[in-house]
């Protein structure tokens, strides 16, 4: 079974948040509910769909992530919450699973020249965005956190 819930926060849908099953197939609704949003900001009406398209991939190698590793043990219909909301100066996307905790000072770079399978998620998001951090909440709760910084046009 998989659902889809989103719930909107704050005057003028400055915050919006949706919670999913541990579903790959999801993936697409979750890009289209983000991309839903991004258009609704006035503030962001100047980025270019290659900023959009790069803030996307992010958020689908973050759910991936939770799906795949995180999740993995667990059933489908533990939930996955992702919010964004539009903050002053930066755009935030959260990712929250219930997995088990990891340290990404743990995961190694890759290294230039060579070819691996897997291992490219947490460099990969480092490159899309201007931040990305990851902590666990005293509930037992992982959350990544994605920051891109809004350049007045």
């Given at each position: ?7 909107d926060?704050?005057v003028?849908?400055r ?11 999801l ?7 983000f ?20 803030l ?5 190698e ?8 995180a ?16 903050e ?9 699973d ?12 890759p ?9 490219y ?13 990851y ?10 956190l994605?920051?891109q ?5």
């Amino acid at each position: 079974m998989t659902f889809l819930r989103e719930s909107d926060r704050a005057v003028g849908k400055r915050q919006s948040r949706l919670t999913v099953a541990s579903d790959l197939s999801l993936m697409i609704q979750i890009q289209r509910w983000f991309e839903d949003f991004c258009l609704q900001q006035p503030r962001l009406a100047h980025w270019s769909d290659d900023r959009l398209y790069c803030l996307k991939l992010a958020i689908a190698e973050g759910f991936s992530n939770a799906v795949r590793h995180a999740h993995r043990h667990r059933s489908l219909e533990t939930p996955i919450d992702v919010e964004v909301s539009l903050e002053r100066d930066r755009l935030e996307i959260r990712i929250w699973d219930w997995g088990h905790p990891f340290n990404p000072d743990h995961v190694p770079e890759p290294e230039p020249g060579t070819l691996r399978q897997g291992g490219y998620g947490w460099f990969l998001l480092r490159r899309l965005c201007d931040r990305v951090t990851y902590q666990r909440d005293r509930y037992g709760r992982n959350c990544l956190l994605l920051e891109q910084r809004i350049e007045e046009s």
